[in-house]
């Protein structure tokens, strides 16, 4: 299972950004999905998933601003964030659970200054 994402950088405060990430290795489109984030000296913290049916769920800190979704065709994740604040800067991870293993890929950097 690899899972590579993509799409961070540095933003301004109020600025958007598109993260995405492919996964291979796993039957794509039954699985549920996840984005994750991690920010210096802080626990990781889901940001949001969506199921194989496209069913989302959001952090409460992101809901109206982010929006996830999925390519089952490309074997995508996508994390669509608008109206970025300083407070979202962390590395984002992609994840997915296969047989009872969390997979992560390598995190992608999102820096918002104000």
């Known amino acids: 299972v690899q899972l590579q994402a993509s799409g961070g950088g540095s933003v301004q405060a109020g600025g958007s950004l598109r993260l995405s990430c492919k996964a291979t290795g796993i039957n794509f489109k039954i699985h549920e999905l996840a984005w994750y984030r991690q920010a210096p000296g802080k626990q990781r913290e889901m940001v949001a998933t969506i199921g194989a049916s496209g069913t989302t769920n959001y952090a409460n800190s992101v809901k109206e601003r982010f929006t996830v979704s999925r390519d089952n065709v490309w074997r995508m994740l996508y994390l669509q964030m608008d109206n970025l604040q300083p407070e979202d800067t962390a590395a984002y991870l992609c994840?997915?659970?296969?047989?009872?293993?969390?997979?992560w890929g390598r995190g992608t950097q999102v820096t918002v200054y104000r």
């Open positions: 994840n997915v659970i296969y047989k009872g293993t969390n997979y």
